[in-house]
């Protein structure tokens, strides 16, 4: 599985961005896809994922509601709607893929190289 994620950028507080993760070499419809952060210093952190056919999805909690994942099997692709961003989600930003939520949250076998996000204030 090859994972490309794309998306990232400056962005003011309070604004919005949409990152995308492209997945090839394996059907994306069978696998869990999601999204990991890490920022200089701290180890890299869950922040959403979702199943194959989109049924289960998870977030950190601190996401509370502010980011969005999903998926669109036809276009190979997973997305992560950020809004109301705020500086302390200044971080890469890394999409992973594993066969389960389960294993992909614990573990992923998949990794792809991250989009930088910086939240200005």
């Known amino acids: 599985v090859q994972l490309q994620a794309s998306g990232g950028g400056l962005v003011q507080a309070g604004g919005s961005l949409r990152l995308s993760c492209a997945v090839s070499g394996r059907t994306i419809s069978s696998v869990a896809v999601g999204w990991f952060r890490q920022t200089p210093g701290k180890e890299r952190e869950f922040v959403a994922a979702?199943?194959?056919?989109?049924?289960?999805?998870h977030y950190a909690d601190f996401v509370k509601g502010r980011l969005t994942i999903s998926r669109d099997n036809a276009k190979n692709t997973v997305y992560l709607q950020m809004t109301s961003l705020k500086p302390e989600d200044t971080a890469v930003y890394y999409c992973?893929?594993?066969?389960?939520?389960?294993?992909?949250?614990?573990?992923?076998?998949?990794w792809g190289q991250g989009t930088e996000v910086t939240v200005s204030s």
């Open positions: 979702i199943d194959w056919g989109g049924n289960s999805i």
């Open positions: 992973a893929a594993d066969r389960t939520i389960a294993v992909l949250t614990a573990t992923p076998g998949y």
